[in-house]
């Protein structure tokens, strides 16, 4: 029995899809055709070639002949076919069978027509015999009575009918019949709905299957009207209508109304199958829509044929492939392009497949079965469509569908299956080749589907547990193992009779490349399959056994090369350095890159694989490689260095630089260092950061090596000229500053080029955890460059210093001869040189070299105001002033070419300013600033208080200074032990609390300004502390006459000692300026003051007295000196404790020391 549906979609398949070209291809040993019975014309056959690891069979030539056939057979098998086809196609030229196409059963047909010559035509050919025999058969055929056949028709229900009851509902059954029989079958009736479930089966002869029709009708019959019901259940207008038709009928005596027919071909159901929707249709109204009804069919026959055994389909099935195959070229393995075949067979093989099988009667699980045990015995069919055939087995399997035997033949097929496509996994490469990219994927991906869907279901695995196969997922990885050892067994063979060192580095770079692209191909084009479908890690498995064999072929030949490698000083040295050296281009440089490479396979890898890896130590390997290159590398680059700098004629290398060639060699060679060592990509990432600290180490050395060597050809340049009355700068100077500043700045950027930020990173992020290797790393590399930048930046500086030396003596003339002119001399000196520099040197040299020309052009100044000091008057020095500006205005102009203004007033410029400030000041001046100096010690409280004095003081708007002295408190007397005056005596310098004899001095200073005003006192108050004395002194004079502002009122205290000098305790000053006037009626309004009375303090370095100090040969300059310097405090731990003095204010001013003192304050 044959499903209509059956031989519509399984016999006969859909139209030709068209796929890419297949990576599927036979077996190496299988013929382009295969062997058949009876005679055929010969076929050139392509005889490929046999590599040793790929596994043949004997059994490649049966693919598709399941059993050989003799003669006899195979001429029974023919007629068969032929007395089918003659039947079924009414045995006329005439008679078409539609093949192809997909449509609605209901619709119209787009399938293709195929003739019965057209099949005859390529039954000839598939079974390859010639005319005059088919011209036999076909006359023996036609003496053979016609089968019996009958069409099983099931009717199962109709849908969307029109409604023709007062409900809305209908009383639907069909009657069926066919054209050629009188005979026709109804239905049971269904009430009252409009889908209507039927399920009835019917027989149904057919006389001619090309010219035989079925008409169904769909029939709804009346019910009896009973008015009252009926006028209830109306609801609208549509089931008044109803009503109305159905009392007319019922008038008419008419039983019953059609809704709609079907008339179909029986042949369009054979062709097409009978397991669809149909669309009821009305002659009169074709538009309207009557709903549809599921109608399902098979054929069955009943002839007289020689076999009638499934074997017979089996057997015109894989000729029929065959001959399809052998037609479109897919039975052809020497391309891998060849499309894979994807079932599709050709109209007339189709159409001759499916009418015989309607013949024997076949099941839809028997025609699944033959094309399963056909089909999956083809290399070059699509493992798609192979897989679905795979899975419509398995569901009849699961229906118990299939009897022993046929159980026991799909137990074979699978079998077969199984170890077929095992044995192709061995040959992968070239079963699946990577060059079909997408094409072998999809192949390989359907093909493990296929094992896999085996595995799974529980009909076709306990199948194989009968034959004892292992787990397919065993099966499938042990295929992978050994299709990678024969790959290896292969590409050993290279090192087979190699004898030489040579030789084997050579065979050993091709045997790591040709691992790289193996092990790249199982992780781009066959990992992911393998995960996916079956759970294999093929990559992982595949890699590990591939590295661990490259290990011992590469590391003892590598090991031993460097263990024998002679030392440097050696004799051999060159040739074998230029032989083995680790360095771009060479042999054991390509070894280590591929090796890189290899390794970097294993990153997709998780960690415990890697850590299995058999190349993961590879870097290790080299070890002594790169310290003999980092070693000889820095040798030559000495070398190159200085080679650089002797040929160097220091001129620019172009008008856009300003440097010459040796420090583009040099940074040339730095750069070739860099691109090596990125290329050398160390994999060990500490390690990494050792040896690149040990990189930059030795570049940092080759900085100061070139450094020295610059600095030395320049000093040769000074030596070949004389000093002249200018600055003597070249161009050749210039350059040599320049080059060395230009490799300083590309120094400090190392670490960056060098990637040192980002190896340290990811070290830090490492699962080694260096957090702590990596901080100290960091702070290593950064001592490192800060060292070798400060070393440089001394170079320079040496360099410059030896440019100012030569300088020197033309600048101190230049200043002498400008201070002495009082004119621009200087500025005539060093413009030209100056300008110079600022066109040659680059602007961080510039700066570098103004700042110490400033520097040295300062220190002369004031070597000059120092050696003039004593013997030059104000005026000189107000002109010296005056140049200095003029100078600091030369080195900083406002066009910011040169130094900054506020940077080049240094400490040392600052305090020349404020020592030539008081020197061209009068003494008298100096004299009043002295006091104003004190006045602001004494308000910010820097000395210790010796005394509280109160007192009132104002002008009085007459014109009159009033000075009330009222009270004197806390008084400290510092005394020697030694002194004969000391009223402690004790044994040390101390100081007493002891009542004193104290009186105050009142004056008005400078008194060069207030000649005619008088020194008063105040009476002596014994032993008294406090010591109140209440006594005013007044002074004619006006506080708005500008003299009198400019001076200061000076109080002192002293201890009065009978017959010997007084002791001064303290003093305090008051700036005139600073005092209230007032009306003569409001004195007292005024407050009193408590003046603290201090001592002037030698180390507090007064600017006035150390310009007074430097006039020896002005009288009131000494003098002043001299007075005050008997009141001067000594710093602790300096005190005089000479013996020979008794009075402390005398000890003081004849110390021999104490100018000199004053000059170093």
């Known amino acids: 029995m044959v499903t209509l549906g059956s031989v519509s979609q399984s016999l006969i398949p859909s139209p030709v899809i068209t796929f890419p070209a297949s990576p599927h291809r036979l077996s190496p040993t299988l013929p382009s055709t295969p062997t058949l019975s009876g005679s055929r014309e010969p076929v050139d056959e392509a005889k490929p070639e046999q590599s040793s690891n790929e596994d043949t069979s004997s059994d490649d030539d049966e693919v598709l002949v399941p059993v050989a056939m003799t003669e006899t057979e195979t001429e029974e098998l023919l007629t068969d076919v032929l007395y089918s086809v003659h039947s079924l196609m009414g045995g006329t030229a005439a008679g078409v069978w539609k093949v192809g196409g997909e449509s609605d059963l209901g619709g119209p047909s787009t399938r293709g027509e195929v003739h019965m010559e057209q099949i005859i035509r390529v039954l000839q050919a598939a079974f390859q015999i010639n005319q005059e025999t088919i011209d036999r058969l076909r006359a023996d055929i036609r003496s053979k009575p016609p089968p019996e056949v009958n069409l099983q028709l099931s009717i199962k229900e109709a849908s969307d009918l029109r409604p023709k009851t007062v409900k809305g509902t209908t009383n639907p059954y069909v009657i069926v019949s066919v054209g050629s029989s009188n005979t026709s079958h109804r239905t049971r009736l269904e009430k009252d709905t409009l889908r209507p479930k039927w399920n009835q089966e019917f027989t149904l002869p057919v006389g001619n299957l090309q010219k035989e029709v079925i008409r169904l009708e769909v029939w709804h019959e009346h019910d009896p009207v009973k008015m009252k019901q009926a006028l209830t259940a109306v609801r609208d207008i549509k089931g008044m209508s109803r009503l109305v038709r159905g009392t007319t009928a019922q008038v008419q005596h008419q039983t019953s109304h059609l809704l709609g027919q079907v008339i179909v071909s029986v042949k369009d159901l054979t062709e097409r199958g009978a397991d669809g929707w149909f669309m009821l249709e009305k002659n009169e109204e074709r538009s309207k829509e009557r709903g549809k009804i599921h109608l399902a069919g098979t054929v069955t026959s009943k002839a007289q044929l020689e076999n009638k055994s499934r074997q017979s389909y089996d057997a015109l099935l894989a000729r029929l492939i065959h001959h399809q195959l052998t037609c479109t070229n897919n039975n052809n393995e020497q391309s891998e392009w060849s499309r894979p075949w994807d079932g599709h067979l050709s109209g007339p093989g189709a159409a001759s497949l499916a009418q015989y099988a309607i013949m024997l009667d076949l099941s839809d699980a028997a025609l699944q079965l033959a094309w399963w045990k056909v089909c999956s015995r083809i290399p070059t069919a699509d493992a798609v469509w192979v897989l679905s055939r795979l899975q419509e087995v398995q569901a009849a399997i699961s229906k118990n569908l299939y009897q022993d035997e046929e159980l026991l033949e799909l137990r074979s097929s699978f079998c077969s299956f199984i170890r077929d496509h095992t044995e192709r996994l061995k040959n992968l490469h070239k079963t699946f080749p990577p060059s079909s990219g997408i094409i072998a994927r999809r192949q390989l991906t359907f093909t493990l589907k296929a094992l896999q869907c085996m595995q799974n279901h529980a009909g076709t695995r306990a199948l194989l547990d009968l034959e004892g196969l292992p787990p397919l997922h065993e099966m499938v990885t042990s295929s992978l193992a050994t299709h990678a050892k024969n790959w290896w067994m292969t590409v050993i063979e290279e090192l087979r009779g190699v004898r030489t060192t040579d030789e084997q580095i050579s065979h050993v770079i091709n045997i790591v490349k040709e691992s790289h692209s193996f092990l790249s191909i199982a992780a781009n084009a066959y990992d992911s399959i393998f995960m996916k479908e079956m759970n294999i890690p093929y990559m992982q498995t595949t890699y590990l056994m591939v590295s661990k064999k490259v290990n011992p072929c590469v590391r003892p030949l590598v090991m031993n090369i460097y263990n024998r490698l002679p030392s440097l000083d050696t004799e051999e040295e060159e040739e074998t350095e230029c032989e083995y050296r680790l360095e771009v281009g060479t042999s054991l440089w390509e070894l280590y890159m591929n090796l890189g490479r290899l390794y970097q396979l294993s990153e997709r890898l998780p960690a415990e694989a890697r850590a299995e890896s058999g190349v993961r130590e590879y870097h290790r390997w080299f070890s002594k490689g790169v310290l003999r290159w980092l070693e000889l590398a820095m040798c030559r680059a000495r070398s190159m260095i200085k080679r650089a700098v002797e040929l160097d004629m220091l001129e620019p290398q172009d008008k856009y630089c300003k440097f010459s060639s040796s420090a583009s060699d040099t940074l040339g060679i730095f750069n070739d260092i860099k691109i090596w060592w990125q290329k050398l990509a160390w994999p060990d990432l500490e390690n990494s950061a050792v040896l690149l600290t040990k990189i930059l180490d030795n570049i940092c050395s080759c900085v100061l090596c070139y450094s020295n060597l610059i600095r030395e050809k320049v000093e040769s340049i000074f030596h070949q000229y004389e000093n002249s009355t200018r600055v003597f700068i070249t161009e050749q100077i210039c350059v040599g500053l320049n080059n060395i500043e230009r490799v300083r700045t590309e120094m400090v950027k190392l670490p960056t080029q060098f990637g040192f930020s980002e190896l340290l990173q990811k070290i830090r992020e490492s699962d080694s955890g260096g957090e702590s290797a990596a901080t100290q790393l960091d702070a290593t590399v950064e001592r490192l460059i800060v060292s070798a930048a400060e070393n440089t930046e001394a170079k320079l ?9 030569k300088m020197q003596p033309t600048l101190e003339r230049a200043v002498n001869e400008a201070c002495e002119e009082r004119s621009t001399v200087l500025a005539q000196v060093l413009d030209p040189s100056l300008e110079l520099t600022m066109n040659q040197l680059n602007n961080s040299n510039f700066k570098r070299f103004l700042w110490r020309v400033w520097e040295v052009v300062v220190d002369i100044f004031t070597a000059t105001v120092m050696r003039n000091s004593e013997r030059r008057k104000a005026n000189y020095f107000g002109g010296v002033h005056t140049i200095l500006e003029e100078t600091l205005k030369f080195f900083s102009p406002p066009d910011g070419k040169g130094l900054d203004e506020t940077t080049a007033k240094t400490p040392a410029y600052t305090s020349l300013m404020e020592l030539l400030e008081s020197l061209r000041m009068s003494s008298e001046s100096l004299i009043a600033q002295y006091y104003q100096e004190r006045y602001e010690e004494q308000m910010e409280e820097i000395l210790p208080c010796k005394a509280r004095l109160y007192v ?84 004619e004079m006006s506080k708005t006459d500008d003299g009198v502002r400019a001076g200061f009122l000076l109080l002192t205290l002293k201890d009065y000692n009978l017959g010997f000098s007084n002791t001064f305790i303290g003093e305090a000053v008051i700036p005139l300026s600073s005092l209230p006037c007032v009306d003569s009626s409001e004195v007292h309004t005024v407050t009193n003051s408590c003046l603290t009375m201090t001592t002037p303090g030698l180390d507090i370095g007064y600017k006035s007295l150390r310009a007074l100090q430097f006039r020896t040969g002005d009288k009131v300059a000494s003098a002043f000196i001299k007075k005050v310097s008997k009141r001067l405090i000594e710093p602790k731990g300096k005190a005089n404790t000479s013996m020979g003095k008794s009075n402390d204010d005398k000890a003081r001013s004849k110390s021999p020391n104490m100018r000199e003192r004053l000059k170093l304050s």
């Open 797 to 805: 500086n040496e360099f410059i210093d030896t440019m100012l030396d």
């Open 952 to 1035: 009132k003081i104002l002008f009085t708007k007459p014109g009159k200074l009033i000075v009330e002295v009222i009270m004197a408190k806390d008084m400290v007397v510092e005394a020697d032990a030694c002194s004969i005056t000391s009223r402690g005596g004790g044994l040390g310098l101390h100081t007493s609390h002891q009542p004193v004899d104290s009186y105050v001095k009142v004056q008005l200073v400078p008194q060069e300004w207030f000649p005619a005003t008088a020194i008063r006192k105040t009476k002596t108050q014994r032993k008294q502390d406090p010591a109140v004395y209440e006594e005013t002194f007044e002074y």
